[in-house]
């Protein structure tokens, strides 16, 4: 059996390029793949490898008294979810083109637990805001959320100007895919002057694990950065496959990505359009696969 381990903490690293390499190195001496991003604000990390050596890694980390209270959070997987290890040193943890000073070390919205989260959401009187891209959105979200049109995080400043800019005293409910994102951005929005912020602790996945909730009012599934490419959070009766294939608009929840190499682009499509579209996104990209081929046979 195998692990996937997703885990952040925001705390001032001294020397990143030192810590990097020795963490680096523990996760090569236990087999573990995966994606772990380091700067001077802290650490985002997700990981798979084998149960003994996740619970090892787990052990480790735990060990060091900077990352003791660090939440990880721990899926089943039937194998490795990633095919390489990378340790990286960024500036960010995540990218976010704040144009005003935030440091969600000092300050962020109030984490709501699953069950508060609920709750919040069933008054009825908040905003709810995705805290991710729009083709995460896309594929599944919670019911009743804003999908904010951007592509990546660091839009998000100008687009939460533009279109919250009138509701800086209305509760505003944010959440992501593991909280990190919302870190960030519940920091920035109360910079910005919002003053009734509330973030998902945890984010998604940890909601979909708490088992009074279920992963209630979550609609489709949650897009993840790794070879499952999305997972079921409702684990209710009550749920909605809200994924439309970009061709023929048929509900559907399946995710691949653009056969044309040169596009390549992650998209919803229905099994007969994938057929019909040759695993491509458009009849452009159909067209470029088809030239390629003819240029291949003389
Ligand atoms: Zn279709
Ligand atoms: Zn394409």
Redesign the pocket.
């Known amino acids: 059996m195998y692990h996937a381990l997703l885990y952040y903490a925001f705390l001032p690293i001294e020397d990143p390029e030192a810590f990097a390499n020795e963490h680096r190195a523990l996760c090569q001496s236990l087999g573990l793949k995966g994606r772990i991003l380091i700067s001077v604000e802290g650490i985002n990390g997700t990981v798979s490898g084998p149960v003994d050596a996740c619970n090892a890694y787990v052990l480790a980390v735990h060990a060091d008294p900077r990352f003791a209270e660090m939440p990880i959070k721990t899926d089943v997987v039937p194998g490795h979810v990633f095919q390489k290890l990378f340790v990286r040193v960024k500036k960010e943890l995540v990218t976010f083109r704040a144009d005003l000073p935030s440091d969600p070390t000092k300050v962020t919205g109030q984490h709501l637990s699953a069950a508060e989260w609920k709750d919040r959401i069933e008054r009825g009187d908040a905003i709810i805001l995705d805290g991710r891209t729009d083709y995460e959105f896309d594929i599944g979200h919670f019911r009743g959320a804003i999908r904010p049109d951007v592509e990546s995080f660091r839009e998000f400043p100008t687009w939460i100007r533009e279109h919250l800019g009138d509701k800086r005293n209305t509760p505003i409910l944010t959440y992501c895919t593991g909280g990190i994102r919302c870190e960030k951005l519940t920091s920035y929005m109360i910079a910005d002057g919002f003053t009734d912020v509330y973030q998902l602790d945890g984010g998604i996945v940890t909601y979909g694990k708490d088992e009074n909730v279920k992963g209630a009012l979550w609609d489709g599934l949650c897009y993840v950065f790794d070879e499952r490419i999305a997972v079921a959070i409702n684990h209710t009766e009550d749920r909605r496959v809200v994924g439309r ?1 970009i ?2 608009d ?1 509900p559907t929840e399946r995710y691949i990505n653009c056969a044309n190499l040169l596009c390549n682009k992650q998209h919803i ?2 099994e ?2 994938e057929k019909q579209f040759e695993h491509t996104c458009s009849v452009a990209c159909m067209d470029v696969i088809h030239d390629t081929a003819a240029l291949a046979t003389p």
């Open positions: 294939c061709h023929c048929a499509a229905c007969a359009c």
